[in-house]
Nanobody, 120 residues
Framework: VRVEESGGGLVQAGGSLRLACEPS????????MGWYSQAPGKERKMVGR???????NYAESVKDRFAIFRDIAANKVYLQMDSLKPEDTGVYYC???????????????WGRGIQVTVAS
């Protein structure tokens, strides 16, 4: 399964961005939608993780500011980021876990990452 992110860029502090993640599989097969970020010189960390059953887990630093959701019609998973701060700057990665309905083969796919820069 291939995953491609889009929507990154430069934004002023306090602004918003919406990142999109498009899998080569139908998003209906996705069981876990995750977004991770990696700041320069730091390790990759979880931003948020949402299951198809509705369980959500967001990093404390982004709670009430970021939200993960999917649009079945668009076949995309999104990360809505509001009230952005300079410390949110980093490369953002989409991670999708699921199972192909035809083959039953499970997948755990990562995108290549997309840059988000928040200027102060």
């Amino acid at each position: 399964v291939r995953v491609e992110e889009s929507g990154g860029g430069l934004v002023q502090a306090g602004g918003s961005l919406r990142l999109a993640c498009e899998p080569s599989e139908s998003v209906r097969t996705v069981d876990v939608m995750g977004w991770y970020s990696q700041a320069p010189g730091k390790e990759r960390k979880m931003v948020g993780r949402v299951t198809s059953g509705g369980t959500t887990n967001y990093a404390e630093s982004v709670k009430d500011r970021f939200a993960i959701f999917r649009d079945i019609a668009a076949n995309k998973v999104y990360l809505q980021m509001d009230s952005l701060k300079p410390e949110d700057t980093g490369v953002y990665y989409c991670n999708l876990q699921g199972k192909n309905w035809s083959s039953g083969i499970e997948y755990d796919a990562w995108g290549r990452g997309i840059q988000v820069t928040v200027a102060s």
